[in-house]
């Protein structure tokens, strides 16, 4: 089973950027849609970014113009460019499929944006 390894967390201040990377053990190319998900304290997981085997991406509206999402089937590859950073958007980041069943979660990588 395809195993996800998230890294390119870290902490920023308020407006910079951070670029996130998930790798994948295994190919992706026939998973359709890939998404990036956030996990904030206390707070439910929720889908941030998702991208199509087409490269057709759709965003929440809490990140829509400051995030954009990625992917390279040849490489196995999904990114997440963070521009514009909030202390909002301070969360455990993890990258997974969108539809069909998840496949394991990785330890995701934290982002902290200071104030």
């Known amino acids: 089973q395809v195993q996800l390894v998230e890294s390119g967390g870290g902490l920023v201040q308020a407006g910079g950027s951070l670029r996130l990377s998930c790798a994948a053990s295994?190919?992706?190319?026939?998973?359709?849609?890939l998404g990036w998900y956030r996990q904030a304290p206390g707070k439910q997981r929720e889908m941030v970014a998702s991208?199509?085997?087409?490269?057709?991406?759709n965003y929440a509206d809490s990140v829509k113009g400051r995030f954009t999402i990625s992917r390279d089937n040849a490489k196995n590859t999904v990114a997440l460019q963070m521009n514009s950073l909030k202390p909002e958007d301070t969360a455990v980041y993890y990258c997974?499929?969108?539809?069909?069943?998840?496949?394991?979660w990785g330890q995701g990588t934290q982002v902290t944006v200071s104030s």
């Open positions: 997974n499929r969108v539809i069909g069943v998840y496949l394991p």
């Open positions: 295994g190919s992706i190319s026939s998973i359709n849609i």
């Open positions: 991208i199509t085997s087409r490269g057709i991406t």
